[in-house]
Nanobody
Framework: VQLQASGGGLVQAGGSLRLSCAFS????????LGWFRQAPGKEREFVAT????????DYADSVRGRFTISRDKANDTVYLQIDNLKPEDTAVYYC????????????????WGQGTLVTVSS
């Protein structure tokens, strides 16, 4: 399985971005997908997860209401819509694939993308 994240960039506070993660090399619907982020000097943290059908999603409290995770089964892609960006959202964002039941820990994800950098200016 390979994951390729894209869509990061420099944006002003209050702006929006949509991150994409292309999945290949496996059966897309066999995996739950998630987004994590790692800010400079901090540990990687859970952001959001979605099940195979898209019927179940969960978010970190810090992003709930501003971030939306979705998946497109036709294109084997998972998205993270980020609205009302804040400077504290600045981080490298990683997508990951898991076969665990409700994966919210990084250790539950087997496959990882390379990350895409989001920088939010105040």
């Amino acid at each position: 399985v390979q994951l390729q994240a894209s869509g990061g960039g420099l944006v002003q506070a209050g702006g929006s971005l949509r991150l994409s993660c292309a999945f290949s090399g496996g059966t897309f619907i066999s995996y739950r997908l998630g987004w994590f982020r790692q800010a400079p000097g901090k540990e990687r943290e859970f952001v959001a997860t979605i099940n195979w059908s898209g019927s179940y999603t969960d978010y970190a409290d810090s992003v709930r209401g501003r971030f939306t995770i979705s998946r497109d089964k036709a294109n084997d892609t998972v998205y993270l819509q980020i609205d009302n960006l804040k400077p504290e959202d600045t981080a490298v964002y990683y997508c990951a694939a898991s076969q665990a039941a409700i994966p919210k820990q990084a250790s539950q994800y087997r496959y990882w993308g390379q990350g895409t950098l989001v920088t939010v200016s105040s």
